[in-house]
């Protein structure tokens, strides 16, 4: 079983930044994709970010390109969501998930293909 915990969430102002880190408690870790989900009040999860097991993949919803960076340390067992730039529409939950274990260039956008979640940090941009 895996348990994931995030941290990092806040309230900042519009164009400011904000780093959110989850920690993982398995070494299988490093064979794991991984990603980002957010979900807004009333709306549905969607996918923010992904990352594949060996760091050299990662894709992002087209909302957040060019702003966020998702990143992982494999000796940490932790990944991170760098979020530059925020908007009072990247105002949500954010949720850390964690694939069953995968090849190494292989990641999800559907929720449906993470079966570990985090509890999620709530992330506040003021305009």
């Known amino acids: 079983q895996v348990q994931l915990v995030e941290s990092g969430g806040g309230l900042v102002q519009a164009g400011g930044s904000l780093r959110l880190s989850c920690a993982a408690s398995?070494?299988?870790?490093?064979?794991?994709?991984m990603a980002w989900f957010r979900q807004a009040p009333g709306k549905e999860r969607e996918f923010v970010a992904a990352?594949?097991?060996?760091?050299?993949?990662?894709d992002y919803v087209d909302s957040v390109k060019g702003r966020f960076t998702i990143s992982k340390d494999n000796a940490k067992n932790t990944v991170y969501l760098q979020m530059n730039n925020l908007q009072p529409e990247d105002t949500a939950v954010y949720y850390c998930?964690?694939?069953?274990?995968?090849?190494?260039?292989?990641?999800?956008?559907?929720?449906?293909?993470?079966?570990?979640w985090g509890q999620g940090t709530q992330v506040t941009v003021s305009s």
């Open positions: 998930a964690a694939s069953n274990v995968v090849p190494i260039a292989t990641y999800y956008y559907s929720v449906n293909e993470y079966p570990y």
């Open positions: 398995e070494r299988k870790f490093v064979s794991r994709a």
């Open positions: 990352i594949s097991w060996s760091g050299t993949r990662t």
